[in-house]
């Protein structure tokens, strides 16, 4: 079983993408913009 530690690296490792997901998302559509 997983302990609250392990639970709470997962969810900060997963939000860590989740962020860098949207970022890049938001650089693609302001650098496409100015294509």
Excluded: E, K, P
């Excluded at 997983?2 to 938001?26: E, K, M, P, S």
Aim: proline residues 0%; contains cysteine; positive net charge.
């Amino acid at each position: 079983m997983i302990g609250g530690q392990g639970y709470a690296v997962a969810f900060h490792t997963w939000r860590a993408c989740v962020h860098a997901a949207l970022n890049d998302a938001a650089w693609f559509a302001a650098t496409s913009r100015w294509m």
